[in-house]
């Protein structure tokens, strides 16, 4: 069944009461205004965990939060950027409080490589905390 790019196509879809009560309270807790967008979503969400598990193309943002006292830290973690370069997009430097500072590192590139960077930066003795976020990287 092929459609147009962009053409909206309607279908059903039959689910148990109980489930359809728990997702409608999902969505409102999610703030959506409508079931369609929130499958729409909830689809899309699983193409981008499989194309992160493939090593298909992802952009997403690292954050990181480390003691800015101990310079070796800094040293390294700027150090592992210039080695990933050509995937950073850009990066943000946040002075958090006296001690603290956070880096949100923005990236592209093929899953198994953003995630060896996020691995990579958060192994970095004196990071107190790393996530990685991934979405779609376009297209």
């Given at each position: ?56 193309a ?15 830290v ?28 956070m ?6 590139g ?24 991934v979405?779609?990287?376009?297209g």
């Open positions: 069944m092929t459609q147009p790019r962009n053409k909206l196509s309607r279908f059903g879809v039959s689910l148990e009461g109980e489930l359809l009560r728990k997702f409608d309270a999902f969505i409102g807790a999610e703030g959506y205004s409508n079931r369609s967008k929130a499958i729409a979503d909830l689809i899309r969400k699983e193409f981008v965990a499989d194309a992160f598990a493939k090593g298909g992802v952009a997403g943002a690292v954050t990181v939060v480390y003691g800015r006292r101990k310079r070796e800094v040293t390294r973690l700027l150090a592992i950027r210039h080695d990933y370069g050509a995937m950073i997009i850009s990066a943000l430097h946040v002075q958090l409080d006296r001690d603290d500072c880096e949100i590192i923005a990236v592209r093929p899953g198994a490589r953003v995630k060896a960077l996020a691995d990579l930066l958060k192994s970095v003795k004196g990071v107190k905390h790393a996530t990685l976020s979405t779609s990287a376009g």
